[in-house]
T-cell receptor, first 111, second 116 residues
Framework: DAGVTQSPTHLIKTRGQQVTLRCSPK?????VSWYQQALGQGPQFIFQ???????QRGNFPDRFSGHQFPNYSSELNVNALLLGDSALYLC??????????FGDGTRLSIL | QQQVKQSPQSLIVQKGGISIINCAYE??????FPWYQQFPGKGPALLIA?????SEKKEGRFTISFNKSAKQFSLHIMDSQPGDSATYFC???????????????FGKGTKLSVIP
């Protein structure tokens, strides 16, 4: 049974570009959350999708947007990339109100 | 505003010893407190979690102690092993009445090194 899978594993972009990260939830899970983890810090909540709608959002600008598809997979989009967006982006999936399971993340580097 | 404060930042323990990591929270609405373990290049993995209706929960060598009045909780790793060397994160969340799941607020992490 596959866990949470994220793609790509690594990505290099330049300032001002746009990026799309992808997440497939663990089988049976219907909720996807996205977190940003800067180097040496704990993950910070970006937003959460359930039933294809954004249900909760953390303190992130609207340059960060997302989408959830009918098969529960999800995308995170970041526009107008800044150097400070360099981080590990983690996807977590869960069944409603159950513990969240994390993927291994996408390492995004901005040059 | 950091809602979950974690200490120490790093910890070195000898094999067989007890590792203790502490967290304090500010938001009294938090009612779910998990601990995650993260190895380099991997995502966080849930270790153990507690709710405030109990003061202690034990799973194998891992124990959470919870003090609701002090708004503090801690992770104890008994008989620490070199394989336990990783970064540990405490987290907290509150019940969410809407659709979806819990939004986790993480501490900054503790890097544990267990030396033989």
């Amino acid at each position: 049974d596959a866990g949470v899978t994220q793609s790509p594993t690594h990505l290099i972009k330049t300032r001002g570009q746009q990026v799309t990260l992808r997440c497939s939830p663990k089988s049976g899970h219907d909720t996807v959350s996205w977190y940003q983890q800067a180097l040496g810090q704990g993950p910070q909540f970006i937003f959460q999708y359930y039933e294809e709608e954004e249900r909760q959002r953390g303190n992130f600008p609207d340059r960060f947007s997302g989408h959830q598809f009918p098969n529960y997979s999800s995308e995170l989009n970041v526009n107008a990339l800044l150097l400070g967006d360099s981080a590990l982006y983690l996807c977590a999936s869960s069944l409603r109100f159950q513990p969240q399971h994390f993927g291994d993340g996408t390492r995004l580097s901005i040059l | 505003q950091q809602q979950v404060k974690q200490s120490p930042q790093s910890l070195i323990v000898q094999k067989g010893g007890i590792s203790i990591i502490n967290c304090a929270y500010e938001n009294t609405a938090f009612d779910y407190f998990p601990w995650y373990q993260q190895f380099p290049g991997k995502g966080p993995a849930l270790l153990i979690a507690i709710r405030p209706d109990v003061s202690e929960k034990k799973e194998g060598r891992f124990t959470i102690s919870f003090n609701k009045s002090a708004k503090q909780f801690s992770l104890h790793i008994m008989d620490s092993q070199p394989g336990d060397s990783a970064t540990y994160f405490c987290a907290a969340s509150m019940s969410y009445s809407g659709a979806g799941s819990y939004q986790l607020t993480f501490g900054k992490g503790t890097k544990l090194s267990v030396i033989p």
